[in-house]
C-alpha cells in the first residue's frame, strides 16, 4: 500500500460545485503540503501545515482551503470550483530529516466543466 | 519570492546520448533537490546538494551545485528509455518551510 495515498484519483466536475480531495499518510511525517501541477509550471504550493495546528498558504493559495483534521489526514477543498483549477493536485509529506524530501501521492486529476 | 529557472523545457534524445538539465538563480540556494516524475507518475525524490561546488553521482547521473551556489545542474551519461520522465529541481531558499520547484525538463529517449 502507498505510503501517501490520495483520493479520489479522477473527479470531473462541473463550475461552481464543492469538491474536496483527501490525503492521509501511514509515514508518521508531521509535514504535509498540497501542490498544483500544470503543463509547464512545475509544482505550485497552494497550502501547508507542519502540525495540526499550523495551517500557511503558499503560492497559489486563493480559491482553496485546507483542514488538517489529524496528524495524518490533510484535505483541500475548492468551495466553488472553476475551469482555470483544472489540474493535477499532488499531497506530499515530510519529515525533520536533513534532506526534507517529500514523499508525494499518486495524484489526483480534477476536471472542471 | 525566490524563483529558480530551468532549462531546457523539452530535450528529446537517441538512446545512448547523454542529457543535462541546468538550474539557475538570481539569488543565492541554500540547498537544491532533484526529483524525477515518471510519465504518468508522481515525483520522486533522487537527491540533495547543500555545499558550494558539490558533486554527487548515481550511477549514470550526476548532480552539481555551483560555487556561487546560483546554479545546479543534472547530467545523465548515455541515456536509456528508463531516464524517460521530467526531471526537476526544487529550492529551499525562499523559506525555510517550504521548497519552490522549477519547471521541469521533460526528457524524451527515442529508442
Known amino acids: 500500500d502507498a505510503d501517501v495515498t490520495q483520493t479520489p484519483r479522477n473527479r470531473i466536475t462541473k463550475t461552481g460545485k464543492r469538491i474536496m480531495l483527501e490525503c492521509s499518510q501511514t509515514k508518521g511525517h508531521d509535514r504535509m503540503y498540497w501542490y498544483r501541477q500544470d503543463p509547464g509550471l512545475g509544482l505550485r504550493l497552494i497550502y501547508y501545515?507542519?502540525?495540526?495546528?499550523?495551517?500557511n498558504k503558499g503560492e497559489i493559495s486563493d480559491g482553496y482551503s485546507v483542514s488538517r483534521q489529524a496528524q495524518a489526514k490533510f484535505s483541500l477543498s475548492l468551495e466553488s470550483a472553476i475551469p482555470n483549477q483544472t489540474a493535477l493536485y499532488f499531497c506530499?509529506?515530510?519529515?525533520?530529516?536533513?534532506?526534507?524530501?517529500?514523499?508525494f501521492g499518486e495524484g489526483s486529476r480534477l476536471t472542471v466543466l | 519570492g525566490q524563483q529558480v529557472m530551468q532549462i531546457p523545457q523539452y530535450q528529446h534524445v537517441q538512446e545512448g546520448e547523454d542529457f543535462t538539465t541546468y538550474c539557475n538563480s538570481s539569488t543565492t540556494l541554500s540547498n537544491i533537490q532533484w526529483y524525477k516524475q515518471r510519465p504518468g507518475g508522481h515525483p520522486v525524490f533522487l537527491i540533495q546538494l547543500v555545499k558550494s561546488g558539490e558533486v554527487k553521482k548515481q550511477k549514470r547521473l550526476t548532480f552539481q551545485f555551483g560555487e556561487a551556489k546560483k546554479n545546479s545542474s543534472l547530467h545523465i551519461t548515455a541515456t536509456q528509455t528508463t531516464d524517460v520522465g521530467t526531471y526537476f529541481c526544487a529550492d529551499h531558499s525562499g523559506s525555510a518551510r517550504q521548497l519552490t520547484f522549477g519547471s521541469g525538463t521533460q526528457l524524451t529517449v527515442l529508442p
Open positions: 501545515s507542519f502540525d495540526v495546528k499550523d495551517i
Open positions: 506530499a509529506t515530510s519529515d525533520l530529516s536533513n534532506t526534507g524530501e517529500l514523499f
